[in-house]
């Protein structure tokens, strides 16, 4: 059962700066949207050297409460650099696009259509922009909280585009809960699902329904969760660990001590950026 419901929260480490010259902030017109969304990609070492180059891409998605701005304004970014520097990284552009509280789907009511516009208008505009690679080998999707489930919905999802997937405490429910938590977490989950939760429309939507049927045979895949996880997003992993197992589909799963929090993910993101850029073929 969640216990409360604060995974609303912005999921901010501590603060750092980035140089301006590795960073671009903007955003992009939507068809689908009827509001323009932001995004901030980080930029890695020799990127304005090659605009010849076609970079590998990890889509970082934000937790709720979060916004566009999470890697390049928190202590994430400093695990990126550092690798950079070290060269225990290779070299991949992080994308964050703005959210809110979508849960990366299209919404219950049909007015917004964020899954839409995520990958029919904005992983194409930004492979564009920033000469990336338009290949399922050289894209990676991740994120935390809420924006781990949406990773790996769109990586079960659409597995055809994605090659890499890495999620921290990923907010994952077999069942939603009961009475008046059920009513609280509907207010936070901001009508996505639907006001009250639409329970079957819900399910439909789940990173579960895809995991039971998707051709993942390949796909790098990493999950990792607090063992004290104030929702109870621990058990949804483990469930998760359960079914790809059953399925015998490659993957990584840790529960490792900890909460629901910054602090959880600072301890772990370097294992995950190591796990991506393996996946994506830079490193070894």
């Not at 338009?134 to 790996?152: D, P």
């Amino acid at each position: 059962m969640i216990k409360g419901l604060r995974f609303l929260l912005p999921l901010i480490l501590a603060v750092s700066a980035v140089g301006a010259e590795r960073t671009d902030c903007g955003s992009i017109k939507s068809k689908l949207l009827p509001y323009p969304v932001g995004y901030c990609a980080v930029l890695p070492p020799g990127f304005a050297a090659h605009p010849e180059k076609k970079y590998p891409t990890l889509y970082f998605l934000h937790g709720l409460g979060g916004d566009q701005t999470f890697m390049v304004s928190s202590g994430a970014w400093n695990v990126v650099a550092d690798g950079w520097e070290r060269q225990s990284l290779g070299e991949f552009v992080v994308i964050t696009p703005q959210a809110g509280r979508s849960f990366y789907i299209n919404s219950k009511d049909g007015r917004a259509r964020y899954e839409d516009f995520f990958i029919r208008e904005f992983i194409p505009q930004m492979e564009k922009r920033y000469h990336l690679s338009a290949t399922r080998a050289g894209r990676a999707i991740g994120g935390v909280s809420m924006g781990g489930y949406g990773a790996l919905r769109f990586a079960f999802k659409y597995p055809q585009m994605f090659s890499v997937v890495a999620v921290h405490m990923p907010a994952l429910l077999e069942q939603l809960p009961r009475g008046s938590a059920n009513a609280g977490l509907s207010g936070y989950l901001g009508g996505a699902f639907g006001t009250p939760i639409d329970e079957a429309f819900w399910k439909a939507n789940t990173p579960f329904v895809y995991a039971r049927t998707a051709a993942l045979q390949g796909m790098k895949i990493y999950v990792d969760c607090g063992d004290r996880d104030d929702f109870g997003f621990d058990a949804g992993t483990r469930a998760l660990d359960k079914l790809l197992t059953k399925r015998k589909i490659a993957h990584t799963v840790h529960i490792y001590p900890g909460s629901h929090s910054a602090e959880y993910v600072a301890q772990h993101l370097d294992e995950s950026m190591n796990f991506i850029s393996r996946g994506l073929g830079l490193t070894r």
